[in-house]
């Protein structure tokens, strides 16, 4: 059974960067996208984007100017940075796996990032 | 980016009795290769997120048969047949068709 472990910094200043990581055990770390979703307090699920095992991303276009999505495929492990973060970017983060447009068949436990002063 | 509407918001269910969750889309779902990407998720109160149903109509593993799916080009439908306690919890339809990803707002399912 796959698991997804992550771990990140869990309060921020507004304009430091995120940094998140997600570690794949248990199952195959190739032929799958691997995900990053939101979750702001009390609100509904935001998709920020992907990447597959060999570095192709797909990225929200609402995000896109401030993140980046790595892959290190030596330790079945992938990583999310977000610069210059604000209140807005506070959520609950989940990384996941997808096959295509089949999403989320495995999710990691969520990491609280706080925003704040 | 598609919008994906969910209704209702809010769901107040008896014990046993069948519920109901509607997903409609902004833009047809269908991919180039013939296949409609849309998934259905479970979240619990203070869980990650869990798929019950991809591609419309395709129950995940371990997933009880009350749950289905059904649907096709903008218009989706998530149906429980017998409303158990352990079905309280946030729903969300998601569309894996076209980028960005996008959820459902979400339909608060709790018990009357």
């Known amino acids: 059974q796959v698991q997804l472990q992550q771990w990140g910094a869990g309060l921020l200043k507004p304009s430091e960067t995120l940094s998140l990581t997600c570690a794949v055990y248990g199952g195959s770390f190739s032929g799958y996208y691997w995900s990053w979703i939101r979750q702001p307090p009390g609100k509904g699920l935001e998709w920020i984007g992907e990447?597959?095992?060999?570095?192709?991303?797909n990225y929200n276009p609402s995000l896109k100017s401030r993140l980046t999505i790595s892959v290190d495929t030596s330790k079945n492990q992938f990583s999310l940075k977000l610069n210059s973060v604000t209140a807005a970017d506070t959520a609950v983060y989940y990384c996941?796996?997808?096959?295509?447009?089949?999403?989320?068949?495995?999710w990691g436990q969520g990491t609280l990032v706080t925003v704040s002063s | 980016d598609v919008v994906m509407t969910q209704s209702p918001l809010s769901l107040p269910v008896t014990l046993g009795q069948p519920a109901s969750i509607s997903c409609r889309s902004s833009?047809?779902?269908?991919?180039?290769?013939?296949?409609?990407?849309l998934n259905w998720f479970q979240q619990r109160p203070g869980q990650s997120p869990r798929r019950l149903i991809y591609?419309?109509?395709n129950r995940d593993s371990g997933v009880p048969d009350r749950f289905s799916g059904s649907g096709s080009g903008t218009d989706f439908t998530l149906k429980i047949s017998r409303v158990e306690a352990e079905d309280v919890g946030v729903y969300y339809c998601?569309?894996?068709?076209?980028?960005?990803?996008?959820f459902g707002q979400g339909t608060k399912v709790e018990i009357k």
């Open positions: 591609k419309v109509s």
């Open positions: 996941s796996r997808a096959v295509g447009g089949i999403v989320g068949d495995n």
């Open positions: 998601m569309q894996g068709t076209h980028w960005p990803r996008t």
């Open positions: 833009q047809s779902l269908v991919y180039n290769d013939g296949n409609t990407y």
């Open positions: 990447i597959s095992h060999s570095g192709s991303t």
